[in-house]
Protein backbone atom coordinates (compact mmCIF):
# COMPACT_ATOMS: atom_id res chain seq x y z
CA UNK A 1 0.00 0.00 0.00
CA UNK A 2 1.45 3.68 -0.92
CA UNK A 3 2.86 5.69 1.83
CA UNK A 4 0.56 8.80 3.63
CA UNK A 5 1.25 11.65 1.32
CA UNK A 6 -0.92 14.10 0.31
CA UNK A 7 -0.10 14.11 -3.21
CA UNK A 8 0.32 10.44 -4.94
CA UNK A 9 0.52 8.96 -8.35
CA UNK A 10 0.29 5.36 -8.00
CA UNK A 11 1.69 3.62 -11.54
CA UNK A 12 2.27 -0.15 -12.13
CA UNK A 13 5.71 -0.50 -12.38
CA UNK A 14 9.60 0.90 -11.42
CA UNK A 15 9.74 1.15 -15.04
CA UNK A 16 6.79 3.35 -15.42
CA UNK A 17 8.13 5.21 -12.30
CA UNK A 18 11.52 6.15 -13.97
CA UNK A 19 9.94 7.18 -17.16
CA UNK A 20 7.48 10.03 -15.22
CA UNK A 21 10.21 10.85 -13.14
CA UNK A 22 12.13 11.14 -16.21
CA UNK A 23 9.61 13.27 -18.29
CA UNK A 24 9.07 15.27 -15.30
CA UNK A 25 12.36 16.02 -15.41
CA UNK A 26 12.70 17.39 -18.82
CA UNK A 27 9.89 19.57 -18.60
CA UNK A 28 10.06 20.76 -14.71
CA UNK A 29 12.48 21.59 -12.06
CA UNK A 30 12.48 18.11 -10.43
CA UNK A 31 14.55 17.44 -7.20
CA UNK A 32 16.41 14.67 -6.08
CA UNK A 33 15.16 12.49 -4.20
CA UNK A 34 11.93 10.62 -3.63
CA UNK A 35 11.10 12.86 -0.32
CA UNK A 36 11.51 15.86 -2.04
CA UNK A 37 9.39 15.29 -5.19
CA UNK A 38 6.03 17.45 -5.46
CA UNK A 39 4.45 14.53 -6.33
CA UNK A 40 5.09 10.60 -4.68
CA UNK A 41 5.29 8.10 -7.21
CA UNK A 42 4.42 4.75 -5.98
CA UNK A 43 4.66 1.50 -8.31
CA UNK A 44 2.13 -1.00 -7.22
CA UNK A 45 3.53 -4.55 -8.62
CA UNK A 46 0.88 -4.37 -11.88
CA UNK A 47 -2.10 -3.43 -12.77
CA UNK A 48 -4.00 -6.35 -10.76
CA UNK A 49 -2.76 -4.84 -7.43
CA UNK A 50 -4.06 -1.37 -8.17
CA UNK A 51 -7.42 -2.70 -9.50
CA UNK A 52 -7.67 -5.39 -6.35
CA UNK A 53 -10.88 -4.89 -4.35
CA UNK A 54 -10.23 -2.04 -1.75
CA UNK A 55 -6.91 -0.40 -3.17
CA UNK A 56 -8.10 2.44 -4.36
CA UNK A 57 -10.80 3.04 -2.18
CA UNK A 58 -8.55 2.92 0.68
CA UNK A 59 -6.46 5.25 -0.27
CA UNK A 60 -8.85 7.48 -1.37
CA UNK A 61 -10.06 7.81 2.08
CA UNK A 62 -6.87 8.16 3.50
CA UNK A 63 -6.90 11.73 5.52
CA UNK A 64 -3.25 12.73 4.42
CA UNK A 65 -3.98 12.23 0.44
CA UNK A 66 -5.64 15.15 -1.10
CA UNK A 67 -4.69 13.78 -5.04
CA UNK A 68 -4.23 10.67 -6.77
CA UNK A 69 -3.09 9.77 -9.97
CA UNK A 70 -3.47 6.60 -11.40
CA UNK A 71 -1.52 5.63 -14.49
CA UNK A 72 -1.92 1.82 -15.98
CA UNK A 73 -1.48 0.42 -19.49
CA UNK A 74 -4.33 0.63 -21.63
CA UNK A 75 -2.36 -0.99 -24.85
CA UNK A 76 -5.28 -3.67 -25.69
CA UNK A 77 -8.76 -2.41 -24.14
CA UNK A 78 -8.44 1.77 -23.02
CA UNK A 79 -12.29 1.97 -22.48
CA UNK A 80 -12.40 -1.57 -20.76
CA UNK A 81 -9.43 -0.21 -18.34
CA UNK A 82 -11.12 2.63 -17.81
CA UNK A 83 -14.43 1.05 -17.10
CA UNK A 84 -12.26 -0.60 -14.23
CA UNK A 85 -10.87 2.40 -12.43
CA UNK A 86 -14.32 3.65 -12.56
CA UNK A 87 -15.93 0.60 -10.99
CA UNK A 88 -13.47 1.23 -8.35
CA UNK A 89 -14.09 5.08 -7.88
CA UNK A 90 -17.44 5.71 -9.03
CA UNK A 91 -18.55 5.51 -5.20
CA UNK A 92 -16.16 8.16 -4.23
CA UNK A 93 -16.74 10.16 -6.99
CA UNK A 94 -20.19 9.57 -8.35
CA UNK A 95 -19.97 12.41 -11.19
CA UNK A 96 -17.11 10.06 -13.22
CA UNK A 97 -18.39 9.62 -16.14
CA UNK A 98 -19.06 6.52 -18.24
CA UNK A 99 -16.17 7.23 -20.40
CA UNK A 100 -12.84 8.35 -20.77
CA UNK A 101 -13.31 11.87 -22.24
CA UNK A 102 -10.20 12.36 -25.43
CA UNK A 103 -8.25 14.89 -22.92
CA UNK A 104 -8.13 13.42 -20.05
CA UNK A 105 -10.32 13.38 -16.65
CA UNK A 106 -10.10 15.16 -13.57
CA UNK A 107 -12.91 14.49 -10.87
CA UNK A 108 -13.20 16.10 -7.55
CA UNK A 109 -15.01 15.05 -3.98
Same mark, same amino acid.
Given at each position: ????K??Q ?7 ? $? ?5 L ?12 ? *? ?8 ? *???? $? ?21 ? *????? *? ?30
Amino acid at each position: MPVSKPNQLIVEGTDD $LFAVVGLMEHHVNWPDGKDN *APVYIEPAGG *AEEI $LKDGFLSTLIKSPPVRTIGVMLD *ADENS *AGRFQEVRNRCVAEFPTMPNTMPAGGLIVQN
